[in-house]
């Protein structure tokens, strides 16, 4: 559970970029351009230069062959200073999918675009105010999708939109539609952590037979493993914050005095930076065994849940403690610290809460 060396150099040269051209600065714009996009478009043509979009793919898909590692390397440093990009979106869940359950056309017709960094998409699969996978209710039946999803990223940057429907037989499908041209309601919105997201609507928008997913073969399963895919991906993102959050704790009670005394040498307060680098380490580790997992080729059903619970909770803890620490200042919006636990609150509704997977983890233990 050790980044190769090539894992680290693409680490290193992530970090060295991240430090430099995406300061927490860079999200308070995009959330102070309230009709602006998801994030700084310049920014991910930067990144797509990088070659960040085909980092985990296969070279036989197009891309780089780093593996799944590859993007816990680059989530973990962009989660350090919140960077808002299509990565978990287009990369981790649209990509995953596609390169999952698409036949071989599909991934011919979408993957080089993807990958190359020419089109981004997402995925649409949360209904109503809980992410829960069981309880999608959209149809997709003689071709047309009917239903409403909300919480969708990045839209409307995204250039196609990966639709998780029902079929009549009861299974999941995947259907792609090109944003542009589908016809569906869409309500966008900003959250807490001061990125956009969308509230849609489908009624009787058509979708064309080879833009299902798999072309009417049941795709649950590989449905199922991109979607866990993009929550690991998501709870690496949580542990890139939740580390930079204790970086920041631990230099600010470096500093401060109080009484001419640093804090740092308040044993009250080592107990607490105690617990949360354990927390960290803990979770860190979790994310780590998953992704290898994933390189491995075996299922990360239960991993996907068991990372996602430990993320939230400890991020949502960590968090909690990075502002307490900082005493007044930091309940303020001038601090970055605040910022890191909004964005900790809404990442824990992402791909679901710590209730929805310890249920998930429960079940799939046969309890």
């Not at 919140?82 to 999952?100: E, F, G, K």
């Not at 209904?127 to 839209?155: C, F, W």
């Not at 609507?201 to 895919?229: C, K, M, Y």
Request: proline share 3%; glycine share 8%.
């Amino acid at each position: 559970m050790i980044f190769n060396e090539e894992q680290s150099m693409l680490q290193d040269t992530v970090r060295a970029f991240v430090q430099e051209h995406a300061p927490v600065a860079d999200l308070r714009a995009v959330r102070a351009n309230a009709s602006g996009p998801s994030y700084n478009p310049e920014l991910w043509n930067q990144l797509v230069e990088l070659g960040l979009p085909a980092v985990a793919l296969p070279e036989d898909d197009g891309g780089l062959g780093f593996g799944y590692m590859g993007l816990l390397a680059v989530l973990l440093e962009t989660g350090k200073t919140i960077m808002a990009s299509p990565l978990v979106s287009s990369v981790a869940a649209a990509t995953s999918l596609i390169q999952l359950a698409g036949t071989d056309d599909q991934k011919s017709r979408w993957l080089p675009q993807l990958t190359s960094g020419e089109m981004t998409a997402t995925v649409a699969v949360q209904e109503g105010r809980h992410y829960s996978l069981p309880a999608v209710d959209t149809q997709l039946i003689d071709g047309q999708l009917n239903g409403s999803k909300s919480m969708v990223m990045d839209l409307p940057e995204a250039d196609l939109l990966i639709v998780i429907a029902k079929t009549a037989e009861g299974k999941l499908a995947a259907a792609v539609l090109e944003t542009s041209k589908a016809e569906f309601d869409a309500q966008r919105y900003s959250l807490m952590d001061g990125r956009k997201y969308s509230d849609l609507t489908f009624t009787q928008t058509n979708v064309l037979p080879n833009n299902i997913l798999g072309e009417g073969v049941d795709r649950t399963a590989e449905i199922e493993q991109a979607l866990d895919i993009a929550t690991v991906a998501t709870a690496a993102e949580m542990v890139g914050g939740a580390e930079s959050l204790i970086e920041r704790t631990v230099q600010h009670l470096n500093d401060r005095e109080q009484f001419d005394v640093k804090l740092a040498t308040f044993q009250a307060l080592q107990h607490r930076c105690a617990e949360m680098y354990c927390q960290l380490e803990l979770v860190k580790s979790a994310v780590f065994s998953a992704f290898a997992r994933l390189d491995r080729g075996k299922d990360i059903h239960k991993a996907a849940s068991q990372v996602k619970a430990l993320a939230n909770d400890y991020y949502q803890h960590i968090s909690n403690e990075a502002v307490q620490m900082h005493g007044g200042m930091g309940v303020t919006d001038e601090l970055d610290v605040g910022l890191y636990l909004k964005r900790s609150r809404v990442c824990n509704q992402l791909f679901g809460d710590a209730a929805y997977h310890r249920q998930r983890y429960a079940s799939a233990l046969g309890l």
